[in-house]
């Protein structure tokens, strides 16, 4: 009988043993996978917070297509007189160093309808007025508008000279409309004769008297 009690008592130990590793084994694995868990949470916000931040950046730095701000002439005209915009087109005319772009060795007769669609900037090389937001076409605007006038003929320059776009060209036509008539822009009338026979009719000749 005491063989066999002893047998029985190492299957016992043993089989304790097993029980013990086992539930160390599944307290482990428990753990493992508690810190994988963690450690994903911790990525995940992680990754969460570099998207706000990205997207806040991406918000936060403005759109230079957009073209829906107004931007009031008293700017335009401060504009004109800044250093900024001395740096950018120097001595000569906003449109001087402009060239567009067009398909074949000849350009079209007529620029673009327009440039600005939606309030955005449809075109990858939009019009000299078009592509500066603070480039603001008014008749007090008169620094601006003049450069758009011959000096010789006192015109109005072509929109296949200047490159304006076919709205920005109409309305720096009322731009100027409006400045010769509210007498902040000079211009030359030529000179009529006038037949005042058709308004007085005949002068009467006196008679002599014999």
């Not at 063989?3 to 097993?18: D, E």
Request: hydrophobic share 25%; charged share 25%.
């Amino acid at each position: 009988m005491l063989p066999m009690a002893r047998s029985i008592l190492n299957g016992l130990v043993q089989i304790t043993r097993s029980s013990r590793g086992a539930a160390f084994h599944t307290s482990s694995l428990m753990g493992c996978k508690a810190a994988d868990t963690e450690s994903n949470n911790t990525g995940d916000n992680a990754d969460t917070d570099a998207d706000a931040t990205e997207s806040s950046t991406q918000s936060s730095v403005p759109d230079v297509n957009d073209r829906t701000k107004v931007i009031p002439v008293e700017s335009s005209i401060r504009y004109l007189k800044s250093a900024a915009y001395k740096q950018t087109y120097g001595d000569g005319f906003v449109w001087s160093q402009y060239r567009r772009n067009h398909k074949g060795m000849y350009a079209p007769r007529k620029t673009r309808k327009t440039c600005i669609r939606q309030g955005k900037i449809s075109t990858g090389n939009p019009c000299p007025i078009c592509r500066d937001e603070y480039l603001v076409l008014d008749h007090r605007n008169t620094e601006l508008i003049d450069q758009f006038i011959s000096p010789h003929s006192g015109e109005v320059l072509s929109y296949s000279k200047t490159g304006l776009c076919q709205k920005s060209h109409l309305r720096l036509l009322v731009a100027v409309q409006r400045a010769r008539d509210y007498g902040l822009l000079t211009y030359d009338v030529p000179f009529r004769e006038y037949d005042y026979s058709e308004y007085y009719g005949q002068p009467k000749q006196k008679q002599q008297k014999s």
